[in-house]
């Protein structure tokens, strides 16, 4: 517990940088953050999408600085796959050379807790070898690679503080978990054998069966619609997994129409349809997909 | 907090731009005659005394124009008309006592900002108080709006000694003066504003960080969450809108919050959690906050600002470099499979600094068109034993900071040293071993950024080590050779 601060703390350069190693993002990239950010329909959404994607460049660009030797793609990444992009506050699924990389995206990390979706940590195909935060400041347009934190890390420091779930589908972690070594982050990238990090493949998650999933939306579409509710406060997480690691159900969730309360700039780009008919069309066992990522 | 003499001296450039502080005579007899018994104290309460002059400035019983000398309701004190003559005199005159004040927290504001970033980022007090220390010293009546405004008479009339003392105030209002930090910008300093700490802070974040102020009950920090949430939802909107909108491109300062904004913000408060809030309690409230995450981001770096750039500075690590030589002996047992292989080491060593190099160049000049300048720079440093002001000079960049971001000398090193890493992997090393295990991967790095830094000559006195840095000798590290051969090679090519 502190005081309150002095009445007469003149700190100025309480919340100044020096500008040295931080990442520029260039206008085109900023561009294409805020066109990414318009390919999801809910407002608050949008702008952790448009945060996740500058992340995404900046990290790109850093390793276009720091080492082209390496090869990044980004094709399957979860920011790029509009129902994934909705559901998960992370970038998930880069492949950096022969690792998979989760990015993690802030303003800031000031009271040294780190807060991660539990999807990240909990299910197989989007949990990565390496966890990486990036700081993110948008009013000044620059990046920082912050720290990161290897899976086999994560393991061990759960055998002695196991991680407890908040009620919102994230984890939080203590920030001293993480290395903020950056360039330790690029010799790990370049000279690690993955071997040394070992993903989960097979772990399978408590999932609710489709037919009450069903059920369960079509009682919450108004909820759903309005968007005054995050998914977490309106389904339990073994709903949640579930949608998470079925494409069909992803993507019907991303089609559902958002209303929007303030007066929007843009036409909904997602048309409305018929939801009841389409459950209903739906009744029979869906079709198992590879999964999306 | 310090001696009443602030309260009287003003700190002032002149035409010339030298610093001068100048004893107000009539505010010094202004403030003896109001503040009698606390003139000789060492340390004068400053919060007792601004609400004074404050309530002297404001006094409402005298209208504004400054010819009418009748009052419209009785005096405080007297109806007299030499009374009203006295009232208006004492505001003028409780304004000069605060703008004195204010110059000083002006000046120590520059001298703050100079002392944390002056000699990386290029910049004196001197270049800064034209901006900010712009009081002219002139006598003026307070209310006279087609005078002359100074960032002094702004602080004046935002001040409210109830929310906040001036010297917070002050800094505040430096911190937000645009030109100002546009200055900085152009040095390479960034200072947030309050928006965009609003905007960069998750409401989650803002809970448990409220938690650790003991002074705010549950419900006040509930009720700061919901306005952060409120806050975000509007802000937030209207940003990303106005960037898609093309109104806002690249870096674009967090304006204030419009009366728009904060009716919508308003709205939504009320909508989301029945809270009715009027537009100046919730601007008010947010500037709260944000000034509350100020000096939480004080209190957990312990108070002190930690210059990580200069402490970071690679001059310093590498000049290190020259006084420490490891005898011949302990770094063969050190390294005896480096030693071994010691040939194919340096060919290793010579291919990563051609690649990373190389590299680096095709970025540089792609971006900024720096190719060559990063490649003077470098031979300047390692092959001329150059400081970073002398390089900055040679290669027309005005600043430390510019030739430091420009080389980034930590990284450039690390990369090299990766790079090699990779190639010994392939060639010598047990990959499967070493590279296997991330300890001992971070050991071998270890073990090869020793080599590297070997003094290449085991004959090396302590004064000729002094003497190199001072007479540009180059650097005498078995990197800085291989380096130096590589940039001639890349001259002679070219």
Known sequence: ????????????????????????????????????????????????????????????????????????????????????????????NLHVGPFILCLITAGTWMDAIATLPKAVIDLPPFVPHIYTLVRVLEEQMQVQIYGYLRHDQ??????????????????????????????????????????????????????????????????????????????????????????????????????IPVETRLIASLPNPHPAINVSLWLRDRSTPWPRNSPGC | MGSASRYWRLVRIDAAGQRKAEEIAIAKAFFHQQFADLVSQSAAPDAQIQKELIRLLRDESVSGDSNNLHTTQPAARTGTRSTADNTLENRELAAYCLRCFISHEIEQACVRLESTFGIQHGFTRYDVFPLVLND??????????????????????????????????????????????????????????????????????????????????????????????????????????????????????CRTPTPDQLTRIAQSLNQQAHLN???????????????????????????????????????????????????????EEQNEFLAFYREQFRNCLDQAIEQVTSDRVTYLERKRQQG???????????????????????????????VSRLIKLKEFRADIRQRL?????????????????????????????????????????????????????????????????HLDTRRGAS
């Open chain 1, 1 to 92: 517990m502190i005081n309150q601060p002095p009445a007469h703390s003149t700190d100025l350069i309480d919340w100044g940088f020096p500008l040295l190693d931080r990442i520029e993002l260039s206008p085109d990239q900023i561009d294409r953050a805020v066109q990414l950010s318009q390919t999801v329909p809910n407002a608050i959404r949008q702008w952790q999408t448009y945060l996740n994607a500058l992340a995404l460049f900046g990290f790109q660009e850093w390793l276009d600085e720091r080492a082209p030797d390496l090869e990044v793609v980004d094709t399957h990444c979860s920011l790029l796959q509009p129902a994934y992009a909705n559901l998960i506050d992370a970038v998930c």
């Open chain 1, 154 to 255: 994560l393991v061990e420091h759960q055998q002695s503080s196991p991680l407890q779930a908040t009620s919102n589908w994230t984890y939080t972690l203590p920030l001293n978990w993480f290395n903020l070594n950056s360039t330790e982050l690029l010799l790990d990238l370049r000279c690690l054998q993955p071997a040394a990090i070992l993903r989960p493949t097979t772990a399978s998650p408590e999932r609710t069966p489709i037919p009450q999933i069903q059920a369960r939306f079509t009682n919450l579409l108004p909820q759903l619609r309005s968007a005054t509710h995050s998914l977490s406060q309106l389904l339990t997480w073994e709903d949640g997994a579930t949608i998470l690691t079925d494409p069909e159900l992803a993507n019907w969730v991303y089609q």
């Open chain 2, 136 to 253: 002219d010293g002139q006598a003026r009546s307070a209310n006279n709006s087609s005078q002359y405004r100074s960032l002094a008479s702004e602080i004046l009339q935002t001040f409210d000694p109830d929310r906040a003392g001036l010297s917070t105030w002050v800094a505040r209002q430096v911190r937000q003066h645009r030109e100002l930090h546009q200055f900085l910008l152009e040095h390479g300093v960034y200072l947030a504003s309050d928006w965009a700490i609003l905007n960069d802070t998750s409401p989650d974040q803002l809970r448990r960080i409220l938690s650790d102020f003991h002074a705010l009950t549950r419900v006040e920090i509930e009720q700061d969450c919901h306005l952060l949430q409120g806050y975000h939802e509007v802000y937030r909107r209207d940003r990303l809108q106005q960037r898609q909108a093309g109104i806002l491109k690249g870096k674009e300062e």
């Open chain 2, 277 to 331: 809030l009027s537009n100046e309690r919730i601007m008010s409230r947010l500037q709260a906050i944000a000034t509350q995450l100020r000096h939480y981001r004080i209190y957990v770096r312990g108070g002190a600002f930690p210059i990580k750039s200069l402490d970071d500075d690679p001059t310093q690590a590498i000049a290190g470099e020259m006084q420490a030589p490891e005898p011949a002996a302990d770094f």
């Open chain 2, 372 to 402: 060559q300048p990063f490649l003077n720079a470098l031979h300047l440093f390692h092959c001329q034993g150059r400081s970073m002001a002398e390089i900055a000079a040679e290669i027309g960049l005005q600043a430390q900071f510019q």
């Open chain 2, 421 to 485: 890493l990779n190639l010994l992997g392939d060639r010598i090393l047990d990959k499967a071993r070493d590279y296997a295990d991330p300890s001992r991967l971070r050991d071998l790095d270890q073990r090869v950024e020793a080599a590297l830094d070997e003094q290449v000559s085991t004959v090396f006195h302590a004064a000729a080590a002094a003497a190199a840095v001072a007479k540009h000798h180059p650097l005498n590290s078995l990197f800085a050779r291989r380096l130096c051969l």
